[in-house]
């Protein structure tokens, strides 16, 4: 699945120029009223922005991992809430579905997904299930032809714009493991199915995440993804697997949109006489940041071609999302560091931008999940 090379150049293009002449314009309105003005979620829509990783015979444009993570990173060097809106949906709120939903639910769904009629939330995490997200508690027990869910799930992105949930939930309490839970589709206006008010956060203004709370919500069996108990967990990783490329993306768009900020900072600056830009000092900040967003944006491509050879890509993904969120971290710093004084102030887009990345390091995985995953898969492998 993939959309031919020219059809893609002429989509990134429009991408790029919708960066430039729409997103940028409107970061500050975003900071302001933190949240995603309805005209440019619309023209988010009419690019459809929405489908990127839908197949084209739901509506989608059907790109391959490759190329989403190119339109990704050329969102991404805008503020990072542009790209929150559509990110469930093209990534890990809907893949669950894409890879194992039965027929009947790809047509009620993915179509409406595509088009951005409705949004797609993954709800997996919970107050007491973080990083351990296999001792998940929200229970989903059979009653007759249905299931009731009860449960809280905790920072859910986009849950209060949701019109579907993909939702993590033990149908066999007594497996207290991975294998004991299961995934659900679920509509957030089931009775039963509270979203709290949007969480203050640090930085992502425009951003929105909130707790769902489940009081005997009652769902159809037929929400039960792809009609099969206990496959919930193994569909949540395989999903995050793919979440991560897609994040690593976001990791080197706004790292480039940060350095591109602090280069025409050290060009226009002058100190002691002369542009800082001319300083070593500098210029070694300046390579350092260029060395190591070429070399996160390199190893993320492969690691997304591998993943369209239908390759085993859980470990590179690791490594992708750690080096490229560790990397953004200190991207930001050293365009921080440039700025100088002018850094810290809310008038120049840096301290945002930093506070921002911050987020990379902790969500779909923290960096020490990451070295876990990745050191897992390097002694399995040994062992075989
Ligand atoms: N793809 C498919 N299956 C996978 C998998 C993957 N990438 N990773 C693990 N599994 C399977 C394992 O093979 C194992 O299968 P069995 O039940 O048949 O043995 C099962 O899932 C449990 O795996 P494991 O024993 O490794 O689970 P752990 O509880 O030790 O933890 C981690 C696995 C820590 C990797 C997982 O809980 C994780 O990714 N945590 C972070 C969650 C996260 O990213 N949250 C962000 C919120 S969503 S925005």
Redesign the pocket.
């Known amino acids: 699945m993939a959309l031919d090379v020219e059809t893609f150049a002429l989509m990134k293009d429009a991408v790029t120029r919708f960066v430039k002449e729409k997103l940028i314009p409107a970061e500050d309105v975003v900071e302001e009223t933190n949240d995603v003005p309805e005209a440019i979620i619309e023209e988010m829509r009419e690019l459809g922005l929405f489908g990127l990783s839908i197949p084209e015979e739901f509506g989608g444009l059907g790109l391959n991992m490759s190329q989403e993570c190119e339109i990704v990173h050329e969102l991404c060097k805008a503020s990072l809430a542009f790209r929150s809106v559509i990110g469930t949906t093209v990534g ?1 709120g809907s893949q669950g579905l894409v890879m194992t939903g039965t027929e009947a639910q790809k047509q009620q769904y993915l179509p409406r997904l595509a088009s951005g009629e409705i949004i797609s939330s ?1 709800c ?2 919970e107050p007491e299930a ?5 001792s998940l508690r929200t229970v989903a027990i059979k009653d007759g032809d249905d299931y009731v869910l009860n449960g809280t799930k905790r920072y859910i ?1 986009n849950a209060l714009r949701a019109g579907m949930l993909t939702v993590m939930a033990r149908t066999d309490p007594a497996k207290k ?3 004991g839970i299961s995934a659900f589709l679920v509509d957030p206006k089931t009775p039963g199915i509270t979203i709290s008010k949007a969480d203050d956060k640090m930085g992502q203004r425009g951003t929105k995440t909130s707790d769902v709370i489940f009081e005997d919500a009652r769902v159809p069996a037929s929400a039960l993804l792809g009609g099969r108990e206990g496959q919930g ?2 569909t949540a ?2 999903v ?2 793919r ?1 991560r490329l897609h994040l690593s993306s976001v990791s080197t768009g706004i790292a480039e949109r940060m350095l591109a900020e602090a280069l025409a900072y050290a060009v226009e600056r002058k100190q002691f006489g002369t542009a800082i830009g001319e300083f070593q000092l500098v210029q070694a900040l300046l390579a350092d940041s260029q060395t190591e967003l070429f070399a996160g944006t390199a190893m993320t491509l492969d690691a997304a071609r591998k993943y369209d050879k239908e390759e085993d890509i ?1 470990m590179l993904a690791a490594c992708c999302k750690m080096f490229t969120t560790e990397a953004a971290g200190r991207i930001a710093d050293r365009a921080v560091q440039i700025h100088g004084g002018a850094g810290y102030m809310s008038e120049y887009k840096i301290e945002r931008f930093y506070r921002d990345v911050r987020l990379l390091r902790l ?3 923290t960096t020490q ?1 990451q070295q ?2 990745i050191a ?1 898969n390097m002694l399995k492998t040994y062992a075989n």
């Open positions: 890990i993954f997996l995490t973080g990083s351990d997200a296999a992105t493991g991975a294998s967990f193994y990783m395989k995050l697997d979440g859980s969500y779909e995985g999940i876990l995953v897992r």
